[in-house]
Structure formats: C-alpha cells, structure tokens
C-alpha cells in the first residue's frame, strides 16, 4: 500500500518541501484570483466623472459591458456634501447635449445668469459701493447650477436603466494590471469579488486609486486652500442694499442665479443658489495671505466673514441654525505625472488633476477627459492602436491643465483690484470662449489631426496668456492704492466679448473651425495690446515694459 501523502510529503528534503509548499501557494492564489466577470470597462467612482463617463460610453456604443464601483450608497442625499456645483459653457454642453442630461437640468436644476463679481470698497459695509462686474440675465449658452446629489441620483438611475453594472457601497482594494486584462478587487456587501476588465478608469476624486497605487502623484505650484457650507435657505446679494439706482441697473433675479463672487486681495467668497433652495457659501483664499487655519472651522470661517465681508457674514448669521454641513479643504491644487496609459488605465476628474473653482472648470475638465477617454476605448474596440493616441492625449490634457494653472497662480492678490481683475476676467473669458471651449463645442478637443493642424498657433495662443497673466501682475504692481467709483460693468455689452459667447456653436468645418481659431487668436493679440496701451496711460512705469502682444525672448 502506498505510503500517506503526508508521510511521502514528510520524507522530501527540506529544499524540495519549501518549493512545494510555494507552488501550492501559487496554485491558491491563482484559484482565488479568477474573476467572478469580465467587463469592457471597469469605472473606479460613481459621481460626476464617472457617472458622466458610463454615460458617454453607452451612448457611443450600447454593447459595450460596463461596471460602476461606487463606495457611497445611492440615493445621496440632496446638498451633498461636494463642491462643483456651478457649470459654466463647456461643461454644460458636455452635460446637456453628449450625456444627454438636457432635460434634467431644465427641469430639476437652476439656470446660471453668469459669473458675477462684487470688488472690495472700504470696510465692504455695503455692496451698492461696490464696483460689480456681471451681465444682467441668463446668457445665451445655458450654463447650470446644480445640486450634485440630485444630478449624481439622477446619472445612477440613468446608467442602470442604460444596463450598466453599478454597485454601491462597494470600495475598490486593489488593481492588479495585466497584459490583456486588469484584475480589480472590491470590498461588497463584506465579501471580496474580483472583476476582469480591458479597461479601468479612475474616477474616485481624492481618493485617486490608481493615482496613489503607481505613485503618480505631481504637487501643483498653486497654493490655495478652501472652506464651504450649505444654508438651507437663500441668501440673496440683491437683498443687501435698498438703493434703488442699484436694484434697478441689474433684476433682482439676475443676481441670485449668478454665481456670485465677493472679491478682495488673495481672496474670493461665492453664493451659488442650488435648486433645493439652499445655497452654497465657499471661502477660497491663498494660504500665505490668509491661512487656512484662520478659516477651517465654521466659527473661525464666521470670524473670518466678519472682517473681510461683513454683509455676507450677517446672512449666514440670520440663518446659523440653517446651516447643513461644513467641509475645509487645504491646498486643493494638484497635478499628476499621467492620466491616460497605453495600457488601458486612465485617470478622470479629481483622481487625476484639480486646478480651482474661480470660473468653475471642474465639469470642464471632466468634459475633456472623458471624451478623450471615449475615443481611446472605441479606438481600442475597433481593434486599432492606441498608445501613440493615447500618449498624445495624456500630454494635451497634462499641458491644457498646466495652461489653466498659469491663469491661476500666482494672481489671488489680484482679486482685490477691481480694474487689473476686471481686465483679467474679460481676458479670460475671451481666451476660453474664442479657443478652448469653441473646440469642444465643435467636438475637436480630441481631434489629434486638428490639434497637429493648429500646433503653432496653439502655442502662439498659450505663450501670449503666460505674458498676459504676467502683465496683470505688472499692473496690479502699480495700482495697488488706487480707489475705484462705484458702478456695473455688464461684460455682455463689450462687443468682442459677446461675439465670442454666442458664437461658440456655429456648426463650423475643419478648415473653417481651424480659420476661426486664428482669427480669434489674432484678435486676442489685438487686445492684448489695448489692454497694454490702456495700462500705460494711467501707470507710466509700464511704459518700460513690452507689450504682451509682442512675442518676448524665450518663448517657445
């Protein structure tokens, strides 16, 4: 008879039972590692980038397999505890005409009348003495204030009626990355599962799996904290003065759907109406001018309102037992060493990059990747190549963030210049609408030909905003005691700057969208130099320096 496996076991020499001992390790951890199924694509995050992103992708192609990890429990709560609650054009495009969510944010969300800005007088005791920049009705290309939980609700009922697999209160362990498929364990329903997937996509905010898994993580020279809450009533800027010349130059309902922004140097604090009927009240403000610490509690941020913006203080002092939530965020800003791999893994949203909420372009920067990530999958789909594709995307999305980046750091003193940050926002304004949102309006930001076609105009454009962001620099240097007559500035009403707004969706061609690039292009030189000129007259120290229109040596 034969011996006891045990014994047999026993009898081997130690050598030989270690070895055995790890192939039976092997052998388990391979048996425990297969997939329970496999999908096309396997999104990290359930909210904004990556219910948006499950979104386009089944749209683009209906057969594709998806599943949705997301660790929170859905329904969310309305007044969700996040920031991004205000769109602007790009973003609003991308959320109404490629999700398909149109309907929803006529009908379950607020409209936006605009961005609107109240620049610092002394004491900010009343806002009638403020000089205010702004327009004077809802614009028109639609842009949205949301409430995220109600739009993330809405996004998860949409994906599971569109097939996809979404599984909450479920959190992602790990990603083991393969050749032809990734491994993805999740914690559900206190059980381990695994999951195949051709692809992963990040999008779990700041959590940034795979981002923290690769060690992927870039500090962004940008160093600005924030601090937010929800009073679960309105509070209404138009309310906080009776002058009745003011009340009459902008309607009432005008000024409550505005995002609107109290302004002062290395500082901004936004009111944005959310359709519940609550509003969001936010300071954000460079940390070495007001530290953080000042503001991190909801007492010390009251404190803070107090001294800088005492009307808006009052407000939320009238409604302190409305108060929702509260949420301090330090240094926001980062970077990211790469957001799309060859490899079939990308990162969406806050899990790869994050620049600022001034001009809200968070859904902005969600709208790019995950059209570019959409083309990369359908590429991939289609049996093509993808990593020449997606080396050049990731380093278009990488420079366009570093190109926001620049429009931000460094220029929180300039908040509390009313004329250099009134010059700066129509700037601003007109470089995102004349360039980078009329590209995706066109559905060209991913069009790698076009990007070829335009790349020395392109770079024109991005060395002219580096000088221009350094002008306004300049300028604010030489402007910084000078008092402003209070009054309204309606943006609306200069030409070129409502030219550029309500042509961001003319249906044009290549050859037509690239001429119209250039034009727009040269026109911004154009008032570049203007703006210059303008600047020398009244602070002849600028006379010395060149005109940003010009290029400067070292340019690329």
């Not at 997301?70 to 495009?93: C, D, R, W, Y």
């Not at 739009?151 to 599971?160: H, R």
């Not at 990734?182 to 999951?195: D, F, P, S």
Request: hydrophobic share 40%; glycine share 6%.
């Amino acid at each position: 008879m034969d011996q006891p496996i045990a014994e047999r076991i026993q009898a081997l020499p130690i050598e030989k039972r270690r070895a055995l001992a790890e192939l039976l390790k092997q052998k388990k951890q391979q048996a425990t590692d297969q997939p329970t199924d496999h999908y096309d694509v396997v999104i990290l995050g359930g909210g904004l980038a990556g219910g948006t992103l499950a979104r386009q992708l089944t749209q683009a192609d209906p057969t594709l397999k998806l599943l949705l990890i997301e660790k929170n429990s859905f329904p969310l709560p309305e007044v969700a505890h996040k920031v991004g609650e205000s769109s602007i054009e790009l973003g609003s495009h991308y959320l109404r005409n490629i999700v398909g969510a149109a309907k929803h944010l006529e009908t379950a969300q607020l409209p936006k009348a605009g961005l609107r800005y109240f620049f610092p007088t002394a004491g900010n005791q009343d806002i009638a003495q403020r000089v205010e920049l702004g327009c004077t009705k809802v614009l028109p290309t639609p842009s949205h204030q949301l409430d995220r939980g109600r739009f993330e609700n809405m996004l998860y009922e949409e994906n599971i009626k569109a097939g996809v697999d979404c599984w909450d209160a479920s959190s992602v362990k790990q990603v083991a990355f393969g050749q032809t498929e990734h491994l993805v364990t999740v914690m559900r329903a206190g059980n381990e599962e695994k999951v195949g997937a051709r692809w992963v996509v990040d999008a779990s905010g700041r959590a940034s799996i795979i981002k923290r898994q690769l060690n992927l993580q870039k500090e962004a020279d940008h160093d600005v904290s924030a601090v937010w809450f929800r009073i679960d009533d309105e509070i209404n800027v138009a309310d906080w003065s009776e002058d009745a010349a003011w009340q009459a130059r902008v309607p009432r309902h005008a000024r409550r759907l505005s995002t609107t922004h109290l302004m002062g140097r290395g500082y901004w604090v936004w009111l944005i109406p959310l359709p519940t009927g609550a509003t969001s009240v936010g300071i954000v403000a460079e940390n070495k001018l007001h530290p953080h610490s000042e503001m991190n509690r909801f007492e010390r941020a009251l404190a803070w309102l107090e001294e800088y913006e005492p009307q808006c203080a009052q407000a939320v002092k009238d409604r302190a037992d409305k108060l929702q939530d509260f949420r301090a965020l330090r240094h926001y800003a980062h970077d990211c060493q790469r957001v799309f791999s060859p490899e079939r893994w990308c990162l969406t949203g806050e899990a790869g990059v994050f620049v600022d909420p001034f001009y809200s372009p968070g859904t902005d920067f969600i709208s790019l990747s995950n059209t570019m990530i959409t083309t990369l999958i359908l590429t991939d789909r289609q049996g093509k190549p993808i990593a020449q594709d997606a080396e050049l995307y990731n380093r278009i999305y990488l420079d366009t963030f570093h190109s926001f980046l620049r429009t931000y750091a460094g220029q929180y003193p300039l908040m509390g210049n009313a004329q250099v940050m009134s010059a700066k926002v129509v700037w601003d304004f007109s470089i995102y609408w004349g360039v980078n949102a009329l590209l995706f309006f066109h559905n060209k930001s991913q069009d790698l030909l076009l990007w070829q076609d335009l790349r020395q105009v392109l770079a024109r454009f991005d060395n002219l905003n580096l000088r221009m962001q350094q002008f306004f620099r300049d300028w604010d240097a030489q402007s910084l005691h000078h008092q402003w007559t209070p009054g309204f500035v309606n943006y609306m009403n200069v030409q070129f700057i409502h030219e550029l707004h309500i042509h961001l969706n003319d249906g044009l061609d290549d050859a037509a969208l690239a001429a119209r690039v250039t034009e727009n292009i040269g026109l911004l030189e154009i008032i570049a130099d203007e703006m210059f000129r303008y600047a020398s007259r009244s602070c002849p120290a600028l006379q010395a320096l060149r005109s940003p229109a010009e290029p400067h040596q070292g340019d690329d």
